[in-house]
């Protein structure tokens, strides 16, 4: 997890290396998944952070696909991972319906994918460690 991480982020972007890893990583509440192919090679990496305060949305983050990987279908399959841990953890059931947001903060460059994924970006864009990103949310839903 940490190995795709750094290759993605601080090798290919140029993110530093000591902002890549934070105390959320380690925080109780989040969740990290790891997609690993048949021989247990690791693919791609995510984390789900739980919302701030009741009713706010969950967050993903540090999405990473090995290089190896990409055009594979890993992000999306720990998109949909992560959103049903989010459905399941944090959703909240009216009317027979289990409802969560899910937020994340998208580098320009992957809003297609996440768009392709059903995630809406708001307008507004920033720097992130010199990357320009901009917040998308969605609302994931399912049969209580």
């Known amino acids: 997890m940490t190995a795709i991480r750094m290759a993605v982020f601080v090798q290919e972007q140029d993110v530093a290396a000591e902002r890549e890893m ?32 009741e009713g706010e949305p969950a967050h993903v983050g540090r999405v990473a696909v090995s290089a190896a990987a990409r055009g594979r279908g890993v992000g999306a399959q720990l998109m949909t991972v992560l959103e049903a841990e989010a459905l399941e953890r944090f959703g909240v059931v009216e009317d027979g319906v289990r409802t969560v947001s899910v937020e994340l903060s998208a580098q320009e460059q992957a809003l297609g994918f996440y768009a392709r994924l059903g995630y809406v970006a708001r307008p507004e864009r920033y720097l992130d460690e010199a990357i320009w990103h901009r917040d998308a949310v969605k609302v994931v839903t399912a049969p209580a």
Do not use: F, I, K
């Open 22 to 53: 934070d105390a959320l990583d380690d925080d109780r509440g989040t969740l990290h998944v790891l997609a690993v192919d048949d021989d247990g090679t690791a693919l791609g990496t995510a984390r789900l952070l739980p919302p701030h305060h």
